[in-house]
Structure formats: structure tokens, C-alpha cells
């Protein structure tokens, strides 16, 4: 199964942790973010990955081939990183995807390997939802139907009958992701809208009637670390939770 994961951003919000390391190589409880995620993923069975980078992406490359010698890994680099957004960086990804079911995660969420097994359990063309917590306006969230189809994704979205939070893993079929591929292609390569975030065209493709799910996560832990405050609290939260332990300890003998 393959998994792609965008790497590509330069964290400016988290300087000066980001100043000469990449935001997903930053430790968390003591384990790298992008290392918990290889290894979370690679425990759920995937066993392909590609991996969209940009800033320093040289350490990215070093990081995984040390971890993970024996791993398929692809690269793709997004050489304008600093001046676009994560949807383009996933445009780029096409070649290596649109004709394979995946799961996509953005590179810098920590997550319980929970998460992905509550994804793979659903089937694809569904996407993690936390409902639990605090939401705020800036957070991406998802509005669904009844059956938990999601209507609407985007920061845009009030927080007033939002299911929740998307917390950035999503997994979609081949039927899917040709389409997901196409909205893309039409929106940051054919109309230049080079800044979008990749929800813009999971809405387009909702709107023009393909179905996304949201998956309720409930009290499972996942966070994006866009600020010092995440990366502070992940630590928190992560050092008093007996399950990251074991994690962190088995990884430990694993690679």
C-alpha cells in the first residue's frame, strides 16, 4: 500500500526550532514527528511511500535512508516551497499516485497509530475528523450529512455545526485520487492558484458529487505542530501517555 506525506513547508512559525531543521524532523517526546509516522504507517502495513519535500530537504532524505535503509521511499521536491502551498506540493505527487489508492498525511501531525487503523477500517475515500477539544477559526473543518459525507472542508467553515476538525490524514481509492489529481491540476496549474490548500479541491471534487467520509476519531490523539505552544503541548501530552511510550520504546529496538 502506499502512503504519500508532504514535507515540503519551512515552519516560519516555528522559528527558531525550524532555523536549520525541518519542521517534521523536529522531535517529539523525544522520537523525530516523520520517524513516529514511518513507523506508525509501516506497523498498518504500508509499505511504499512517497515523500513531497522542499526546505532542507537534503536532512529529510539523509533522515529516512538512516531510519529506514531497506524502505521504497520516492522523492518529489517542490522547488518553489517558499512561495506556494501544500496543494501544489501534492500536485506534484501525481506522477507517483493517480492510478493507486493511498493515504495522505501532512508531515508535520502527530497522531495515534489509532488514527490510520480507524481509516483503513472505514475504507478509502475517508478522512480523519477530531471532534473532541477546542476547535478554532483557523483549524481546516468538515461539515457532514447524516451518513458522515463530508459537505464542506476549509478554514472557511464555521465552527457552529462543524463536525470537526480535519487534522490532515486522509485516505482515498484510485478512483478517487484520479479525480482528486485532475482538481488539482485544474486549479494550481491551469488557473495558477499556487497558494490553495489541498482541502480546495477535495471540495471541488465533493461538490461535483465524488463522496468523502468523515471518521469520528474521538478521544484518539492527533495534532498538526504549526506553533512552539503544539510543540510544547505534544510533548506534554505524549510524555504522560503510557501507549507513546511503549511506541517510542519499541522503535527504538525496531530501527
Known amino acids: 500500500m502506499k502512503a504519500a506525506i508532504l514535507a515540503a513547508g519551512c515552519a516560519n512559525r516555528l522559528r527558531p526550532y525550524s532555523d536549520d531543521t525541518p519542521k517534521t524532523l523536529l522531535a517529539v517526546d523525544g522520537v523525530p514527528i516523520l520517524r ?3 513507523t506508525s504507517l509501516l506497523r498498518c502495513g504500508f509499505d511504499q511511500f512517497v515523500v513531497g519535500t522542499g526546505y532542507l530537504e ?17 522523492y518529489v521536491s517542490n522547488p518553489v516551497f517558499r512561495t506556494t502551498n501544500n496543494g501544489y506540493s501534492l500536485s506534484l505527487l501525481r506522477p507517483h499516485l493517480q492510478q493507486n489508492s493511498f493515504i495522505l498525511l501532512d508531515g508535520d501531525v502527530v497522531f495515534d497509530i489509532g488514527v490510520v ?23 481546516v473543518k468538515v461539515t457532514a450529512d447524516r451518513s458522515d459525507r463530508v459537505l464542506a472542508i476549509g478554514k472557511h467553515v464555521p465552527v457552529r455545526g462543524a463536525m470537526g476538525e480535519s487534522v490532515g490524514i486522509e485516505l482515498f481509492s484510485a ?18 492558484l499556487v497558494n490553495e490548500y489541498y482541502e480546495a479541491a477535495f471540495q471541488e471534487v465533493i461538490d461535483q458529487g465524488a463522496s468523502l467520509y468523515g471518521v469520528d476519531i474521538g ?29 517510542r520504546a519499541s ?4 530501527v
Open 58 to 74: 537534503h536532512m529529510v532524505r539523509d533522515a529516512i535512508a538512516d531510519w529506514f535503509p531497506d524502505l521504497a521511499v520516492e
Open 36 to 38: 513516529r509516522t514511518f
Open 251 to 254: 522503535l527504538r529496538l525496531a
Open 117 to 139: 487503523e480507524a481509516l483503513l477500517a472505514r475504507g478509502p475515500d475517508c478522512l480523519a475528523v477530531r471532534s473532541v477539544g477546542d476547535i478554532g477559526l483557523e483549524e
Open 175 to 192: 478512483a478517487s485520487s484520479q479525480k482528486l489529481f485532475a482538481a488539482l491540476d485544474r486549479r494550481v496549474h491551469g488557473q495558477g
Open 219 to 247: 478521544h484518539l490523539y492527533a495534532t498538526e505542530i504549526d506553533t512552539i505552544d503544539d510543540l510544547v503541548a505534544a510533548n506534554a501530552r505524549l510524555a504522560d501517555r503510557p501507549a507513546f511510550n511503549v511506541a
